[in-house]
């Protein structure tokens, strides 16, 4: 899927491929955009690429050939929450912040604002081992927020959570976008999950970006039943295809 | 209030070392009286405490020279050796070379060095430093293996390098591997204190008296000037205070350093 780049686009690849030293390809040719201020969904199967495009866009990785156009400015929340265990909550939420050279002090109260802004009154002083999955995955999405970012990637955020505690995070995160206006990028195996969250859905398989769904329903999605499965079945139809 | 709850965690774990303990150390104790009666008996004075004890001393203050020595160097050692598949390539078989090469060959020249410029206390904590630097660099190595990759991750995504990822990412996340490493260089620096500090043996013509003054000379001279208690009191010395600093600070480290591992 070529696309030509918008200047509404935060994010843009052109023909981007990654090949890795073993001789795997990851992407290959991969071309999409990414509007300022909307929330992407990226789904797939294993393989596809999804992760590898997530890598490049957080700087992780760099592509083997073929232009990526993104901010310097993004941060990420990992799927396992990638939480240093010795540090409380709010020591974690704080550590970009110091790395940026802020002092301790601001850099806590500024920790303290993003954990409160995600449920965490209260737990500011706990350990991740203190905390529940959900609790830890909060954490590190007020980590990643905190430095004020200009794109927040998210890479499967929910995989390791029950259906209860996503349910609560898939509203805080939308309603944190709504309120931040902030680009949001987000990896997921899911496509329900997708169409729930998200605003553009890019589908990758066979290493690149195969199709791209707008998905146009007034939040909170699910609430349009049967707009919602529509949207779903569509995707769906397509990543079997 | 979490260093409470780690203590409740490991409380049986502890409690049952330390019922154990009297146990061990009485088993010691009549290994050591064992061994001292093979020794002709003679009427040379038993050292006063005071003597152990500064020998005693002395040799902490040796090994933790060659601690700190080994720990300034294992860090950047085993980073540097963990720092990309062909550094590893590089690096490990070399350390592994190294490390299999006996310490004590190293000594006749380490003497000879050392003793031109007039420290024989230099040799010492050199063996001592030799001899606890691989037990922390492979520790290190695996502890630096084991940190989860999305920890690597988030500390380049958020910017996090030089002193300050050392420091605060870094430091923190191997300290576990750390604490055990040191355990272990800690047990093999006592194990060659004797070698360490009894020089005669090393220097032609040598005697006692080119010895270094610590635990590990009264041990091996006690015996040979025929003080069977000097010899008892100094072993009885040398276990009691290894028994101490285990309880004292190595098993508070280990369960301390449990905050700081990885689920």
Redesign the interface.
């Known amino acids: 899927m070529r696309k030509h780049i918008d200047s509404n686009d935060i994010i843009a690849f052109e023909a981007v491929s990654k090949i890795y030293g073993t001789g795997d390809v990851a992407l290959e040719s991969a071309s999409f955009s990414i509007a300022r201020g909307s929330f992407t969904c990226i789904v797939g199967p294993s393989g596809g690429g999804k992760s590898t495009a997530l890598?490049i866009i957080?700087?992780?990785e760099e592509p083997s050939s073929g232009t990526v156009m993104k901010p310097d400015h993004?941060?990420?929340a990992?799927?396992?929450g990638?939480l240093?265990?010795?540090l409380t909550a709010q020591g974690n939420a704080a550590?970009?912040l110091?790395?940026?050279g802020m002092e301790g002090d601001k850099a806590a109260r500024e920790a303290r604002k993003w954990l409160r802004m995600l449920g965490l009154r209260g737990l500011e002083g706990k350990?991740?081992?203190?905390l529940s999955g959900g609790e830890r995955q909060r954490v590190g999405i007020a980590?990643a927020l905190a430095?004020n970012p200009a794109v927040l990637l998210l890479d499967e955020p929910f995989a390791a959570l029950d259906p209860k505690t996503t349910d609560e995070l898939h509203k805080d995160i939308v309603g944190i976008w709504r309120e931040t206006g902030k680009t949001v990028v987000m990896v997921s195996h899911s496509i329900e999950e997708a169409v729930a969250l998200s605003t553009r859905v890019l589908l990758m398989k066979g290493h690149a970006v195969r199709k791209a769904f707008d998905i146009d329903l007034p939040h909170p999605h699910r609430a349009h039943a049967l707009a919602f499965s529509r949207e779903v079945a569509h995707i769906r139809k397509e990543f079997f295809k | 209030m979490?260093a409470h709850a780690m203590h409740r965690h490991h409380g049986p774990a502890l409690r049952a070392h330390a019922a154990f303990t009297p146990f061990f150390l009485l088993l010691v104790a009549f290994g050591i009286f064992g061994i001292a009666s093979m020794f002709p008996f003679s009427p040379a004075p038993v050292a006063p405490p005071s003597y152990i004890a500064a020998a005693l001393v002395t040799t902490f203050v040796r090994l933790m020279a060659a601690y700190v020595l080994a720990v300034i160097c294992a860090i950047p050692l085993a980073i540097l050796a963990t720092r990309g598949a062909l550094m590893e390539k590089i690096f490990l078989p070399v350390f592994d070379i190294l490390q299999s090469v006996p310490t004590l060959a190293f000594f006749p020249l380490v003497i000879a060095l050392f003793l031109q410029h007039g420290f024989a206390n230099g040799a010492a904590v050199f063996i001592l430093f030799l001899n606890m630097l691989w037990n922390i660099v492979f520790s290190l190595i695996a502890g630096i293996g084991a940190v989860?990759h999305?920890?690597f991750?988030?500390a380049?995504?958020?910017?996090?390098?030089g002193g300050?990822f050392v420091r605060?990412?870094l430091l923190?996340?191997i300290?576990p591997a750390l604490v055990t490493g040191s355990l272990f260089a800690w047990a093999e620096g006592w194990n060659v204190v004797i070698v360490a500090e009894v020089l005669h043996t090393y220097i032609p013509g040598g005697t006692s008296a080119s010895d270094l003054f610590g635990i590990g000379s009264v041990l091996a001279n006690a015996p040979a000037s025929g003080s069977g208690a000097t010899f008892v009191a100094a072993i009885l010395g040398l276990v009691g205070l290894i028994a101490v600093l285990n309880f004292a600070v190595w098993q508070r480290l280990l369960h301390y350093a449990e905050?700081?591992?990885?689920?």
Do not use: C, D, H
């Open positions: 890598k957080a700087g992780l993004v941060s990420m990992f799927q396992s990638a240093m265990p010795w550590l970009p110091e790395a940026r350990l991740p081992r203190e980590r430095v | 979490v989860p999305e920890i991750s988030a380049r995504v958020f910017n996090m390098r300050f605060r990412v923190p996340a300290l905050t700081y591992r990885f689920e």
